[in-house]
């Protein structure tokens, strides 16, 4: 169908402005980008009759507030989102979580809501809704299958955790207790939240139980471990005990590669009076003591309980000194009394009287150089009469 010039000039004008119109109408809309915005946000929801409000009052109220949830800003310091913070629309509420909630274009109905120790949110115009439980797109369904029912045309819910459940560490750290939790938290950051280990940490494995589990998880303490809100973090003790002839007695720490040699050098070392040659160790949960090697290297493991025996050796009568003196090997009861101050004028060179340990009565000997001292004697030189 052909049109004439006249005709074709009628079609141009019109066009122009139609195209006059909709640049007008960007420009008192803020630019293109808005227009895109509001082009692209969803139909806004509308009260019903019911409540109390004329559709043509809810439309405009619903116009001058359309856009204005969405183009909220919350810092990361006032709230972390639900998929910022790593658990996303799966995290699943529990009372004290604060949510906030958005409803579009209801800015009377959005706010800022804490679930009570009975799992239950209190949200305007729907009363109280069950949250505890649900994660949060299950939530928001729920919010929006409520409005839905007698109260809004097609609700628009989103949720946004602003706060979560603490988590809690215990056991070996400075700090133990209750502690915030923060978005992308880790195990080594929880630590160190709170104070740091101890001393007597295990610094190698932990224990984790996860809220709503009975049972602890055991894992190796590295870096990338996750902590999600409400978990509870275990730090057992690794430390063992030690007392005998060392210089410092007590609770040690158990360092990786520990071995027995370098737990007696951790306690201060052997005493003069130490049995340097062996070490006993009883195990953590057993009743019985193992005789270990000094240089045997052998580890030590947590909860053991080491001791450190004596090799000395008593002497008593006519030496220059009487008392307790350390062991050495092959000594000679004569190279004894050497130790103990050497013999008094008085003394019967010929015979000692010695007790051994574990004996009850003490026996005559002839002294010679061959006699020699065992581990706990107690050598009495006699006076001579004559």
């Known amino acids: 169908m052909l049109v004439s010039g006249e005709g074709m000039k009628r079609v141009l004008g019109g066009l122009l402005l139609a195209l006059s119109l909709v640049m007008s109408a960007l420009v008192v809309n803020g630019g293109l980008g808005l227009a895109q915005v509001q082009a692209?946000?969803?139909?806004?929801?509308?009260?019903?009759?019911?409540?109390?409000?004329?559709?043509?009052?809810?439309?405009?109220?619903?116009?001058?507030?359309?856009?204005a949830p969405m183009n909220a800003q919350v810092s990361g310091t006032e709230a972390v989102s639900a998929v910022g913070a790593g658990t996303g629309l799966d995290y699943v509420l529990a009372p004290n979580d604060r949510v906030?909630?958005?409803?579009?274009?209801?800015?009377?109905?959005?706010?800022?809501?804490?679930?009570?120790?009975?799992?239950?949110?209190?949200?305007?115009?729907?009363?109280?809704?069950?949250?505890?439980?649900?994660?949060?797109?299950?939530?928001?369904?729920?919010?929006?299958?409520?409005?839905?029912?007698?109260?809004?045309?097609?609700?628009?819910?989103?949720?946004?955790?602003?706060?979560?459940?603490?988590?809690?560490?215990?056991?070996?750290?400075?700090?133990?207790?209750?502690?915030?939790?923060?978005s992308g938290l880790t195990l080594l950051n929880?630590?160190?939240?709170?104070?740091?280990?101890?001393?007597?940490?295990?610094?190698?494995?932990?224990?984790?139980?996860?809220?709503?589990?009975?049972?602890?998880e055991e894992l190796v303490v590295r870096s990338g471990v996750p902590v999600m809100p409400g978990d509870t973090i275990r730090i057992a003790k690794s430390a063992m005990f030690i007392y005998g002839e060392v210089r410092i007695q007590g609770e040690q720490p158990i360092p990786p590669g520990l071995t027995v040699r370098t737990a007696v050098a951790q306690a201060g070392g052997f005493t003069e009076l130490a049995d340097t040659q062996t070490v006993f160790v009883k195990r953590a949960g057993s009743e019985k003591e193992i005789a270990v090697p000094f240089d045997?290297?052998?580890?030590?493991?947590?909860?053991?309980?080491?001791?450190?025996?004596?090799?000395?050796?008593?002497?008593?009568?006519?030496?220059?000194?009487?008392?307790?003196?350390?062991m050495r090997p092959g000594l000679s009861v004569t190279t004894a009394a050497i130790l103990a101050g050497g013999f008094t004028t008085r003394a019967d060179t010929r015979n000692v009287f010695i007790r051994h340990a574990g004996e009850a009565k003490e026996k005559r000997y002839k002294l010679t150089?061959?006699?020699?001292?065992?581990?706990?004697?107690?050598?009495?030189?006699?006076?001579?009469?004559?």
């Open 190 to 216: 929880a630590v160190a939240q709170a104070g740091g280990f101890t001393p007597l940490a295990n610094t190698q494995r932990v224990f984790i139980r996860r809220e709503g589990s009975s049972e602890e």
């Open 100 to 182: 906030r909630l958005i409803v579009f274009g209801e800015a009377d109905l959005s706010g800022e809501f804490v679930i009570d120790s009975g799992g239950m949110a209190s949200l305007p115009l729907v009363g109280e809704v069950q949250a505890a439980g649900m994660n949060l797109r299950t939530f928001q369904r729920e919010v929006e299958r409520r409005l839905k029912n007698g109260y809004l045309v097609d609700p628009r819910v989103s949720a946004q955790i602003l706060n979560f459940r603490p988590i809690f560490v215990l056991g070996e750290v400075k700090a133990p207790g209750e502690h915030p939790f923060a």
């Open 296 to 326: 045997s290297g052998a580890l030590v493991q947590s909860g053991d309980t080491m001791r450190v025996d004596k090799s000395s050796f008593f002497i008593m009568g006519e030496v220059g000194s009487t008392g307790e003196f350390p």
């Open 369 to 386: 150089n061959d006699l020699v001292v065992k581990k706990g004697d107690t050598i009495r030189v006699p006076e001579r009469f004559f």
């Open 40 to 67: 692209q946000t969803p139909t806004k929801s509308q009260f019903v009759p019911l409540v109390g409000q004329s559709q043509n009052q809810s439309q405009s109220q619903n116009q001058s507030q359309l856009g």
